[in-house]
């Protein structure tokens, strides 16, 4: 009995199943995971006069969600951000408590997606991710360093 023709027959299909396992076997929606967080972090310098309120515009990688102030200002009596509507901009207003003069500062992070900024206050959300090769997600990390002084003009 001829045993070759056997042997080839197993290896084609052996192959084939093998290929079929490997096709199969990828990613499952049970396997999907959080994406890791890639943080970019910039640090500002900034003054304001005693007085005063700051209004400072946020870098434009801060437009493609909704920011949060991780880290609030010791010494602030106002410090909040708001969206201009006509622009998509965000603004970070800061107003010092009376008679300070120092320095103060606040982190602003991005990545709260729009539609989840009711639920999502305190840390930003990350996008549900999957077995894909580049599974990270990029957010940023601003923080701004806020020299109070001098006399209100």
């Known amino acids: 009995m001829n ?3 056997m042997l080839n027959f197993f290896s084609a299909t ?12 990828g990613c499952h929606k049970k396997d999907h995971h959080e994406p890791e967080e890639k943080w970019v972090n910039s640090t500002v310098d900034t ?10 515009f946020l ?9 949060v102030i991780s880290k609030v200002p010791t010494n602030g009596i106002y410090s909040a951000l708001a ?11 800061y107003s010092p408590r009376e008679g300070f003069s120092g320095t103060d500062a606040v982190t602003i992070d991005s990545g709260v997606e729009k539609e989840d900024e009711e639920h999502h206050h305190h840390r930003p959300k990350i ?5 894909q090769k580049d599974n990270e997600k990029t957010l940023n990390r601003l923080t701004l360093n806020i020299s109070v002084g001098g006399m209100r003009k």
């Open 3 to 5: 045993k070759k023709p």
């Open 14 to 25: 052996g192959g084939f199943f093998l290929l079929l396992a490997v096709a199969f076997s």
């Open 47 to 56: 003054s304001s006069n005693v007085g005063d309120t700051l209004a400072y």
């Open 59 to 67: 870098p434009t990688a801060f437009t493609n969600g909704v920011p």
């Open 83 to 93: 969206q201009n509507p006509t622009t998509g901009d965000w603004i970070y207003y």
């Open 127 to 131: 996008r549900e991710g999957g077995c």
